[in-house]
């Protein structure tokens, strides 16, 4: 069906969007939460324009959402494409310079910038699939922002081709680019109505085949430990320094089990993630995770549980305990919409790419919009190692991306 003559776009698209620095930052409370993601979200709009989009606009939260009409005599469920154009504050996105490693054959990546960084062939055992392929790494001193500039690239170049091959039927599609995705905000502001799709998928996944309709369910903790500050100098016998609070907490903690060093596949965990303070307050924040929502409940009264046996060690201590919803499993959501996760399975089989049934250890927004009732499973963009200096993405994955995304709307079209 595809045809073999089309000439890609997404790989010199997405070479281009890594070199904004779209980072956002978790500690802001403006939406977005850095401006300079605003950047390059008008500069997809002009390009969704050249395409022949000519409706693509971003509005005052930093939401870029674009149409493309149906060309099918049915009545075909519109649906969505999803891809956020932030990228991680865990390591810098400024000044990114891609490498591409033609016709891989195997063995460790140097990065050569920095050759103390390498993406080694042991602990990245799905390289040993990706022989023969053109893989693009960063030079290492940032991250490569695959995640998710590769879901824009491969979003857009699949328009560009539908727009091309008006012999492929559709139905109506619409497209978004959203903000603050990395920090757990990407659909605060997004208007479900206003987007006008029945369903959407996120292409934000990893491997190629991925079809992702389960999530951690999550939330965040943060406990703010108070003790009382004296002049150190005079301080015996008064001062309850809030640092050491909350440094005995932390070592309270589960050594064995329940953080995301110790477990894999469906087990949860409690992870402390940043502690800030001095000797009067002191705030400890956690993520927690399970793709059982109940099971985020047991993990808060373990938390609190901790909290209450460490003040009690320091006399005329405190603490404060905030519970933050952030997302829930969308499995509960998707369950009830089979067909969404069993058309991008037909598409994939289409193309001839075997489908791999995965669950995230993370969130996409899918969880959020789910739950605001747009059903969004989340398929593969082809990138790994998200959120470190080892990011990579293959050619070749970004190109099979853009097939499966052009198939999966050829075959809603069919089953119409």
Known sequence: MF???????????????VKYDTQSNEDSTTFPSDPKQ?????????????????????????????????????????????SHVDTSPAVTGANVNPVIHKNYQGGDIVLPKDPSRIIDA????????????????????????????????????AMNYLITHPEVKHGTIKVCFTPDEEVGRGTEKFDVTKFGAKYAYTIDGSTR??????????????????????????????MVNAVKIA??????????????????KREGYVHPTQVNGNETQTVVKFIIRDFNADKLK????????????????????????????QYRNMKYILDQHPQVEEYAIEALKKL?????????????????????????????????????????????????????????????????
Request: hydrophobic share 40%.
């Open 209 to 238: 085949g991925e079809v992702e309709t389960e999530t951690f369910s999550a939330d965040a903790v943060a406990i703010k430990f108070n003790g009382k500050n004296v002049h150190p100098g005079y301080a015996k016998g008064k």
């Open 38 to 82: 605003i950047e390059l979200s008008k500069a997809l709009v002009e390009e969704l324009k050249q395409i022949g989009m000519k409706d693509a606009a971003m509005d005052e939260y930093g939401y870029v959402m674009a149409t493309l009409l149906s060309n099918s005599k049915k009545n075909v469920p519109t649906i969505g494409f999803i």
């Open 247 to 264: 440094a005995r907490f932390l070592e309270m903690l589960p050594k064995g089990h329940l953080s995301p060093e110790t477990t894999e």
């Open 298 to 325: 047991e993990f808060e009264t373990l938390l609190k549980g901790l909290c209450e046996k460490t003040v009690a060690q320091f006399s005329g201590s405190s603490f404060e305990f905030e519970i933050i919803e």
């Open 122 to 157: 042991a602990g990245n055992p799905e390289l040993k699939e990706m022989i023969g392929l053109d893989i693009i790494t960063t030079d290492g001193t940032t991250l490569l922002g695959a995640d998710d500039k590769a879901g824009i690239s491969e979003i857009i170049d």
């Open 3 to 17: 045809d073999s003559n089309y000439k890609f776009t997404c790989v010199d698209r997405f070479l281009k969007y």
């Open 352 to 416: 001839g790419i075997t489908p791999i049934n995965s669950s995230i250890r993370g969130g996409t927004d899918g969880s959020r919009l789910s739950y605001m009732g747009l059903p969004t499973p989340n398929l593969f963009a082809g990138g790994h190692n998200f959120h470190a200096y080892s990011e990579y993405v293959a050619v070749q994955d970004m190109e099979a991306a853009v097939k499966m995304i052009v198939t999966l709307a050829n075959v809603w079209e069919e089953k119409s």
